[in-house]
């Protein structure tokens, strides 16, 4: 069995500036964070450990200073906390705040904002709260239900696959070619290294295993980039969650995590399957039977 990774895995810089700063403020006074800080629970029980605490609205947070994320928050949210008298650290990172200033240029402007995403994540709650009126599509049969517009004003949440953003633009302008439609490319980079990585990765795999928190919208998505080019694909959270069974003797096993996803647990995935290469595994056959 051959083992490898690929080229761009695991932790954003974004995360680890908010758990580096979430860690730092604990220490001087007692902090809650407005949510999950990150898509990953063991990252979560970790700064849980330190004694840091989550809530999910201000109204219950117990301490003086409280979090926003590194998914970022609405200014709604924001005034609403601040009013409570509360300090506000913000966490938010800065490739979500440019997603929030380039929606912001484009209602200004005068179209009608379309926000490429999951409607009901936190970081496309945060860019849409403060908004009279938006969209949110996240696949094709989305399209056809937009009510039409003289301009559409579209940005993406942060962690979408960049190919699947740019092909829901394409559709808009086809089925809407009367429409001005203006795209700001809101995809970070982490994301977009990571989904080209993860293809590249999958094409040389006969197995791919993919770390990331259960509720990690990039995790899902680069399980689906990997699972278009390789048959057996497998998400895992940590290195426990991995099965014997999953793996034969001839597979080359590659290894890609999510943004929220720790080097440590990286490194445990990986012990876990250099320890495999020493048992007897089952047939190629066996598996894909």
């Not at 926003?68 to 409570?84: I, M, N, Q």
Request: charged share 25%.
């Amino acid at each position: 069995m051959k083992i490898i990774r690929a080229e761009h895995l695991g932790m954003c810089f974004g995360v680890k500036d908010a758990i580096a700063l979430a860690l730092e403020s604990v220490e001087r006074e007692p902090l809650t964070v407005l949510g999950d800080l990150v898509h990953n629970e063991a990252v979560l029980a970790e700064l849980r450990a330190k004694g840091i605490r989550f809530e999910r609205q201000s109204a219950n947070v117990g301490t003086q200073t409280v979090m926003v994320t590194a998914h970022g928050a609405s200014e709604r949210v924001l005034k609403e906390t601040r009013r409570r008298g509360l300090n506000v650290l913000e966490a938010t990172c800065p490739l979500v705040h440019v997603a929030h200033r380039s929606l912001k240029k484009l209602v200004e402007e005068g179209f009608h904002p379309v926000v490429i995403g999951k409607r009901d994540h936190v970081e496309v709650r945060g860019m849409t709260e403060d908004l009279a009126e938006f969209d949110v599509v996240l696949v094709e049969e989305d399209i056809s239900k937009l009510q039409e517009r003289s301009r559409f004003g579209i940005i993406s949440q942060t962690t979408q696959p960049i190919e699947k953003v740019r092909r829901l633009v394409q559709l808009i302008r086809e089925g809407y070619p009367k429409s001005e439609v203006c795209f700001i490319d809101t995809v970070c980079q982490p994301t977009k290294q990571r989904q080209s990585a993860a293809v590249e990765l999958a094409q040389k795999c006969d197995v791919v295993v993919v770390i990331g928190g259960a509720h990690s919208n990039n995790t899902h998505e680069l399980v689906q980039t990997c699972s278009q080019f390789c048959q057996r694909v497998h998400h895992v959270q940590m290195a426990d969650d991995l099965r014997v069974e999953w793996f034969c003797d001839d597979d080359v096993v590659g290894i890609t995590a999510g943004t929220s996803t720790p080097d440590e647990v990286i490194q445990k995935v990986n012990e876990w399957l250099n320890n495999l290469q020493n048992k007897p595994l089952m047939r190629p056959e066996q598996i894909l039977a």
